[in-house]
T-cell receptor
């Protein structure tokens, strides 16, 4: 089955700096890669996703890049703000087939210091 | 609120008791998923439904766990003879296969504590 590794497990940055979180996956058939943000005690919320037919996607201060050959994808947050502080999870799935289940990484606790 | 809802939000039970959780997906979402999340970990897939059909169950889902989605709308997850290791957050998510998007939207979860 799919295995998703996520690094780092914790990340502390100063407000205004950039943050990068990296994930690798094992299943070459995976083609959908979402990122979720989870604040303490709250539900995971989808912040951005990418499909395997594109290499990069951007939404304001958030961008995701995908390298299918190397089987890794990354989340980039620019101009970080204290409200970006949360746990971020990457995930992978064979979206579009008979099974859309998500396999998650273990999460990255991002702390943005004012 | 038109998002995914779950009930109850918190459940404390004694070991050996049975518990049942409910999930109401986003209206007209035909796919519904159950995940389990323990402290410091990402959600782990348990099972999913397309309409009323249960299409896959994780090997994490022991015989004590059962899930239903009788009319293709809400779903229930029952745990029989609870054990302390069942303590976790149980998350439900839904998605729509009709519009060919893969996004899964999560509910707030039910936090189970087994004492």
């Amino acid at each position: 089955g799919e295995n998703v590794e996520q690094h780092p497990s914790t990340l502390s940055v100063q407000e205004g700096d950039s943050a990068v979180i990296k994930c690798t996956y094992s299943d070459s058939a995976s083609n959908y890669f979402p990122w979720y943000k989870q604040e303490l005690g709250k539900r995971p919320q989808l912040i951005i996703d990418i499909r395997s037919n594109v290499g990069e996607k951007k939404d304001q201060r958030i961008a995701v890049t995908l390298n299918k050959t190397a089987k890794h994808f990354s989340l980039h947050i620019t101009e970080t703000q204290p409200e970006d502080s949360a746990v971020y999870f990457c995930a992978a799935s064979r979206g579009g087939g008979s099974n859309y289940k998500l396999t998650f990484g273990k999460g990255t606790l991002l702390t943005v210091n004012p | 609120d038109t998002g995914v809802s779950q009930d109850p939000r918190h459940k404390i039970t004694k070991r050996g008791q049975n518990v049942t959780f409910r999930c109401d997906p986003i209206s007209e979402h035909n796919r519904l998923y159950w995940y389990r999340q323990t402290l410091g970990q990402g959600p782990e897939f348990l099972t999913y439904f397309q309409n009323e059909a249960q299409l896959e169950k994780s090997r994490l889902l022991s015989d004590r766990f059962s899930a239903e989605r009788p009319k293709g709308s809400f779903s229930t997850l029952e745990i029989q003879r609870t054990e302390q290791g069942d303590s976790a957050m149980y998350l439900c998510a839904s998605s729509s296969v009709r519009d060919r998007t893969y996004e899964q939207y999560f509910g707030p979860g039910t936090r189970l504590t087994v004492t």
